[in-house]
């Protein structure tokens, strides 16, 4: 079953009943997915002009927004900004490859998010500030090789409970820590 209620639509909070597991909709060029009745998964971008990928975990028809599934936003080329901010208290997880290969992503911040998977950011090449920071009761893991191939990374800030595998800036050498 699928509903969408249009790009430009907000559907924060009207649960409508006709939701059920599997149903997809599109907000501002951004597929959501239900998983489970448990909440809404990032599928991608239906809309090919989008460059700014701005995901919180407000409710969607009554359900939260709790991750990216893995190879969401793979080699899109058009993404420039990525902006996550997510309810402390809540799991949000990037999972693996997410943003693997965007080429022109050149920011990203996330707040609040609980797991970055391995190869989540991989690859994009032009990625020059990365911001990632928790609350009070958060922490967040960053797996293995999660910004591998980001050449161009001049600045990382990492403020809150923040862990991080060994290998997960392998071309990074300072983490700047807040």
């Known amino acids: 079953s699928k509903a969408s209620n249009g ?12 939701m059920v597991s599997g149903s997809v909709i599109t907000q501002n060029g951004i597929r959501y997915r239900l998983e489970l009745l448990d909440g809404w998964i990032v599928e991608g971008v239906d809309d090919d002009s989008v460059d700014y990928v701005n995901i919180s975990s407000d409710l969607i028809k009554g359900y939260p ?7 969401a936003f793979k080699g899109n080329r058009n993404i420039r ?5 997510v309810t402390s208290g809540m799991k949000f997880t990037i ?3 997410a943003f693997l290969d965007c080429t022109y992503l050149s920011k990203v911040k996330m707040g609040n ?12 090449v032009n990625l020059q500030s990365c911001y990632i920071s928790t609350s009070d009761m958060m922490s967040c ?4 090789y999660a910004f591998d191939g980001c050449k161009s990374l001049e600045m990382v ?3 809150g409970n923040i862990s991080f595998s060994e290998n997960a800036f392998p071309e990074w050498t300072e983490i700047n820590k807040y």
């Open 7 to 18: 790009s430009g639509s907000n559907n924060y909070g009207d649960n409508n009943g006709d």
């Open 65 to 71: 927004v709790y991750g990216i599934q893995s190879g």
């Open 81 to 85: 900004t990525v902006y996550i901010n």
């Open 95 to 97: 999972e693996s490859g």
């Open 113 to 124: 998010v609980s797991l970055i998977g391995k190869d989540a950011f991989a690859n994009c």
């Open 141 to 144: 893991t960053v797996h293995d």
């Open 157 to 159: 800030h990492i403020s």
